[in-house]
T-cell receptor, first 113, second 112 residues
Framework: DAGITQSPRHKVTETGTPVTLRCHQTENHRYMYWYRQDPGHGLRLIHYSYGVKDTDKGEVSDGYSVSRSKTEDFLLTLESATSSQTSVYFC????????????FGPGTRLLVL | GEDVEQSLFLSVREGDSSVINCTYTDSSSTYLYWYKQEPGAGLQLLTYIFSNMDMKQDQRLTVLLNKKDKHLSLRIADTQTGDSAIYFCAESLGGGADGLTFGKGTHLIIQP
């Protein structure tokens, strides 16, 4: 299995509070991704990174920000959590993007009350 | 635009073959993937196929690609209870880093 960890694995928070999810990889892969998984929607891309300090928006980026200050860490922040952001969040990595396969972390279950 | 469609459920008897179907709309897709997700777990890559191929076989798994109809299928031979999971079809446009587009997933249910 690719060396990808996510923390926390489970979190319950209240509407309006900030939340940061962390993805950590030990593979030294250049590309990292955040997806959310919701019933009836499959997985949807939130943000991705193609290098340290290089990030871009995905399909459902509103309400989320990301940062990547080191190759191994990709942070996803919900500045002010809303109930619509209750979801399972998956991080993925890819060695060179594009043609390369993406490998997924175990996921973080977030509940916003 | 990009869209990947899958049926939501498939029920098969243990020992039979399972065929999970997927259609995609973007003709510029370069790689197509099948991922498996077991309950409470992340996504596990099963196999992938490059768009210039028609078929790929890997042990019990066979992937068929019909580019004309933009149709992808995953056949699992001799389906076992451990195959019970959600199967996702995904496409990558390639040449860039902007992630994968996933279908909603097919729940494979195994009957004894």
């Amino acid at each position: 299995d690719a060396g990808i960890t996510q923390s926390p694995r489970h979190k319950v928070t209240e509407t309006g509070t900030p939340v940061t999810l962390r993805c950590h990889q030990t593979e030294n892969h250049r590309y990292m991704y955040w997806y959310r998984q919701d019933p009836g929607h499959g997985l949807r891309l939130i943000h991705y990174s193609y290098g340290v300090k290089d990030t871009d928006k995905g399909e459902v980026s509103d309400g989320y920000s990301v940062s990547r200050s080191k190759t191994e860490d990709f942070l996803l922040t919900l500045e002010s959590a809303t109930s619509s952001q209750t979801s399972v969040y998956f991080c993925a990595i890819s060695e060179s993007g594009g043609y390369e396969t993406q490998y997924f972390g175990p996921g973080t279950r977030l509940l916003v009350l | 635009g990009e869209d990947v469609e899958q049926s939501l459920f498939l029920s098969v008897r243990e020992g039979d073959s399972s065929v999970i179907n997927c259609t995609y709309t973007d003709s510029s897709s370069t790689y197509l993937y099948w991922y498996k997700q077991e309950p409470g777990a992340g996504l596990q890559l099963l196999t992938y196929i490059f768009s210039n191929m028609d078929m790929k076989q890997d042990q019990r798994l066979t992937v068929l690609l019909n580019k004309k109809d933009k149709h992808l299928s995953l056949r699992i031979a001799d389906t076992q209870t451990g195959d019970s999971a959600i199967y996702f079809c995904a496409e990558s446009l390639g040449g860039g880093a902007d992630g994968l587009t996933f279908g909603k997933g097919t729940h494979l249910i195994i009957q004894p």
